[in-house]
């Protein structure tokens, strides 16, 4: 068996009960068309897409082109997101809405941005959105502040999943703020998975690395000169970086140590 086999039967991810052999998460917008939103979507080997229902056609409107044309529920997780969201009751409204169009789909991602500029989230807004709507039957992950107080918060409440930035969304900048994200895994009694900031194939290793569960990523991949060719090399970061966790790296020293022991070395 090779690692990827490997990795697939014994290495899954798991959210609200389902297991996923991909810890690889992708978006769904911002390509050039649907053609190239499902290629890039099946180089990634992702399981779960996200959909932003205010943007994406899913049966919204009959008259055209819908992405479950070209990934079927059938075979993907449709995620659907409250992107574009300000306020808790404009992000429990849509969901609602996206539980209809999926015939009672209960996973969910929630956003509930704080302005325009920065797309930050607006944690107040996000808490009271994820009280109801946990309430109401939903299955929650959660975009949020990389803030290990507010991710408990949410883990309380009945999220299945809490999502911190590694630093704004569509920013490309990377992981930021390493030692928050640290702070949020060791506390997290659910998967822990990077949303927004990642930029490219070391950013989405250095998450997995750090012990995250997985990476969620759009730009990233949709903005690349090349976007399938960036997909498949973000499913191998994914992929290499838990290895890596799993492994468990060597321990950093202020001195150096040889590669071969010296004893039994060969002398003149």
Same mark, same amino acid.
């Given at each position: 068996?090779?690692? %990827? !086999? =490997?990795?697939?039967?014994?290495?899954? @991810?798991?959210?609200?009960?389902?297991?996923?052999?991909?810890?690889? @998460?992708?978006?769904?917008?911002?390509?050039?068309?649907?053609?190239?939103?499902?290629?890039?979507? %099946?180089?990634?080997?992702?399981?779960?897409?996200?959909?932003?229902?205010?943007?994406?056609?899913?049966?919204?409107?009959?008259?055209? #082109?819908?992405?479950?044309?070209?990934?079927?529920?059938?075979? *993907?997780?449709? $995620?659907?997101?409250?992107?574009?969201?300000?306020?808790?009751? =404009?992000?429990?409204?849509? @969901?609602? %809405?996206?539980?209809?169009?999926?015939?009672?789909?209960?996973?969910?991602? $929630?956003?509930?941005?704080?302005?325009?500029?920065?797309? *930050?989230?607006?944690?107040?807004?996000?808490?009271? &959105?994820?009280?109801?709507?946990?309430?109401?039957?939903?299955?929650?992950?959660?975009?949020?502040? =990389?803030?290990?107080?507010?991710?408990?918060?949410?883990?309380?409440?009945?999220?299945?999943?809490?999502?911190?930035?590694?630093?704004?969304?569509?920013?490309?900048?990377?992981? $930021?703020?390493?030692?928050?994200?640290?702070?949020?895994?060791?506390?997290? !009694?659910? #998967?822990?998975?990077?949303?927004?900031?990642?930029?490219?194939?070391? =950013?989405?290793?250095?998450?997995?690395?750090?012990?995250?569960?997985?990476?969620?990523?759009?730009? &990233?991949?949709?903005?690349?000169?090349?976007?399938?060719?960036?997909?498949?090399?973000?499913?191998?970061?994914?992929?290499?970086?838990?290895?890596? *966790?799993?492994?468990?790296?060597? #321990?950093?020293? *202020?001195?150096?140590?040889?590669?071969?022991?010296?004893?039994?070395?060969?002398?003149?």
């Amino acid at each position: 068996m090779n690692a %990827m !086999t =490997d990795m697939k039967n014994d290495d899954v @991810l798991t959210i609200a009960g389902r297991s996923y052999s991909s810890r690889l @998460l992708v978006g769904s917008g911002k390509y050039r068309d649907l053609d190239q939103t499902r290629e890039a979507t %099946m180089a990634a080997g992702a399981e779960i897409v996200t959909v932003a229902i205010r943007r994406v056609n899913i049966g919204q409107d009959p008259n055209a #082109p819908s992405l479950l044309d070209v990934l079927p529920a059938s075979r *993907f997780t449709i $995620l659907p997101n409250t992107a574009g969201c300000y306020t808790a009751k =404009d992000a429990v409204y849509t @969901l609602q %809405m996206a539980r209809e169009l999926l015939n009672g789909h209960k996973l969910v991602k $929630l956003e509930v941005l704080g302005d325009e500029k920065t797309l *930050f989230p607006h944690m107040p807004e996000t808490l009271k &959105a994820a009280e109801t709507l946990v309430k109401d039957g939903f299955d929650v992950m959660v975009y949020c502040s =990389d803030d290990p107080i507010q991710a408990r918060i949410l883990q309380e409440i009945g999220c299945v999943a809490v999502m911190p930035l590694a630093s704004l969304i569509g920013s490309g900048m990377g992981i $930021l703020n390493p030692w928050n994200l640290r702070l949020v895994i060791e506390q997290a !009694t659910v #998967p822990v998975l990077v949303d927004a900031g990642v930029g490219t194939a070391s =950013d989405a290793a250095i998450a997995m690395e750090l012990g995250c569960d997985g990476v969620l990523m759009n730009t &990233a991949i949709a903005a690349a000169t090349d976007p399938v060719r960036m997909a498949r090399a973000m499913k191998h970061a994914v992929l290499a970086g838990r290895e890596a *966790f799993l492994a468990g790296r060597m #321990p950093k020293r *202020f001195a150096a140590s040889p590669s071969s022991p010296a004893e039994g070395k060969i002398t003149p």
